[in-house]
């Protein structure tokens, strides 16, 4: 099969060949459609996230269709058509699955990570792990709900019962959201890097009732904000722009070094937080909720051998919603 390869952090993946994968006995074997590029493939190739198993496939936003079942997989008809998060396997049995924190788990395994994932033709799961695919959404537009919806989801639901909510960031996993907190009947203050009036502009077309730099306070002081960005600098500009009480959610996997600041912007019953992973509960959750808004995704669409090209224009900040790779081509 064709896939994209990550032999070693720093360098371009290389386009190559790789025997089709056989699916154990809870796993199913999957013909990938689509599979979306995501901030944490970036971290992985930079060397950010730095224990991943090489050579690597990449992608934990996977949609595709079932080829072939393991003896004990029973979950899905072949056929049906699936998709592929960033958590991809847990123990169930040391204590934080054993407490419904399985997000948490000891000896968890990650797609695009530990597993190989969907930036190739053919990819297998753990078949616990997969979600039916909601009606009405095409391949490409469903594979951003994988990760910057369910990251996204798990996030927003720790802002709790927030009115006025900060978006720092405003890509892949914010303009999903910010069509939740729409829904919701919630204010959204879009924050974008400094002279990113295309994006700001992106956020108030969806509704957001004020963009502007991240350097920047927002009008009003916020009840929430969800730091999207990789950019430990945020952490004490939206400590500043939430009120007494407020609640900081650090929404990325990864982020660069945060720096000190005074203990009086912290004061006051603020609360600053993480989030890790996601929970199959968060995914049947947002999926079943996506088609009731309804969310729309948009996406920039990449054919496979352009892998390389997708992830310098994440980086770069060139993508308005979610890159999208086209496998099944």
């Keep these: 099969m064709r896939a994209m390869i990550l032999d070693r ?11 089709v994968p056989q699916p154990q006995p809870e796993q199913v074997l999957l013909k990938v459609h689509v599979c979306g590029v995501c901030r944490t493939d970036l971290h992985i190739c930079d060397g950010e996230l730095d224990q991943p198993k090489l050579p690597l496939v990449l992608g934990h936003q996977i949609v595709g269709t079932v080829l072939k079942t393991g003896d004990h997989a029973h979950k899905f008809s072949l056929g049906t058509r699936v998709g592929v998060p960033w958590l991809g396997h847990t123990c169930n049995c040391c204590r ?14 990650f797609t ?18 997969c979600f039916p695919i909601p009606e009405g959404y095409p391949d490409l537009q469903a594979a951003p709900l994988l990760c910057a919806g369910l990251i996204g989801y798990r996030s927003y639901r720790m802002s709790e019962d927030a ?24 204010q959204v203050y879009a924050f974008t890097r400094s002279g990113d009036t295309q994006g700001q502009q992106f956020a108030l077309n969806l509704g957001a009732v004020w963009a502007g730099s991240s350097e920047n306070l927002p009008p009003e002081e916020l009840d929430a904000a969800i730091i999207f960005a990789p950019v430990g600098k945020l952490v004490p500009a939206a400590l500043k722009a939430v009120a007494k009480g407020g609640i900081v959610v650090c929404a990325g996997i990864h982020m660069s070094d945060i720096p000190s600041f005074p203990y009086q912007i912290l004061w006051e019953e603020r609360v600053l937080r993480s989030v890790a992973n996601l929970t199959r509960q968060d995914g049947e959750e947002f999926l079943a909720l996506a088609p009731q808004i309804p969310i729309e995704t948009e996406v920039t669409a990449f054919p496979l051998s352009e892998a390389n090209q997708a992830l310098n224009a994440l980086r770069t900040g060139k993508i308005n919603g979610a890159a999208v790779l086209v496998v099944d081509r």
């Design 96 to 109: 934080y699955c054993v407490a419904g924190q399985e997000n948490l788990c000891d000896r968890a395994l």
């Design 163 to 186: 009115e006025k909510i900060g978006f720092y960031g405003f890509g892949a996993a914010a303009h999903i959201l910010i069509q939740v907190a729409n829904y919701q009947n919630k």
């Design 9 to 19: 952090a720093g360098q371009p993946l290389r386009q190559g060949k790789l025997p």
């Design 112 to 129: 695009g990570y530990d597993l190989n994932g969907g930036y190739g033709e053919y990819a297998v799961a753990d078949e616990s792990f």
